[in-house]
Structure formats: C-alpha cells, structure tokens
Nanobody, 115 residues
Framework: QVQLVESGGALVQAGGSLRLSCAAS????????FDWYRQAPGKQREFVAG???????NYADSVKGRFTISRDNAKNTVNLQMNSLKPEDTAVYYC?????????WGQGTQVTVSS
C-alpha cells in the first residue's frame, strides 16, 4: 500500500527557511515522479514544485528562486527546501504522486509564516 508521510512544517517568521520532507513507502520510489502542492484556507490546492525520475524539476512562478525540490532515492524521500518565506506561503503542504492512475497524497504538513 502506497504511503506518503510529510514532515517539517512549522511556524516561522517571514524571511525564514524550512525544509519539508516526504517519506514514501509501498512504491518503487525511483521510477516515480513526485510533486509538492499546497492548500491555503479557503483556496484550492495548487502546484508548488515537481521532480521527475531523473531529477528534472519545475516550479510554480510564485516560488521560483526561493524553493528547491530534491529527491533521495536511497532514502525514498522527497524534500522541499523553502527559503525567503512569505506570509502568503502559509498553507498545508502535501506530497503527491500518480500511482496506477490515481493521484496519491500524504496527510499534509502545516506551514505558517508570520509577518
């Protein structure tokens, strides 16, 4: 059974940094691409960053130059390094992947950026 577990969310001041991690199990990790999404209160879930099986990356315009996604195939983890955080980055952050035609999500981790 596929399981994604996010961690690393916290309360941080604007301008600060956080590193989120997503631990994956029940999946042949190295052959799957992964994404980070976020959902703020009252808003739809939105794409933040993605990483392919070959570690090609792409980012939402709102986070380019501030966030970095990476993967560690030896540890079955996907990380999101977030720098220069802004209050508008406040959201629940979710790790996701498409597995057998279905998008799978973790439970999410809360990131709150205070001004």
């Amino acid at each position: 059974q596929v399981q994604l577990v996010e961690s690393g969310g916290a309360l941080v001041q604007a301008g600060g940094s956080l590193r989120l991690s997503c631990a994956a199990s029940g999946i042949p990790f190295s052959i799957y691409a992964f994404d980070w999404y976020r959902q703020a209160p009252g808003k739809q879930r939105e794409f933040v960053a993605g990483i392919s099986t070959r570690s090609s990356t792409n980012y939402a315009d709102s986070v380019k130059g501030r966030f970095t996604i990476s993967r560690d195939n030896a540890k079955n983890t996907v990380n999101l390094q977030m720098n220069s955080l802004k209050p508008e980055d406040t959201a629940v952050y979710y790790c996701g992947t498409w597995y057998r035609g279905t998008q799978r999500w973790g439970q999410g981790t809360q990131v709150t950026v205070s001004s």
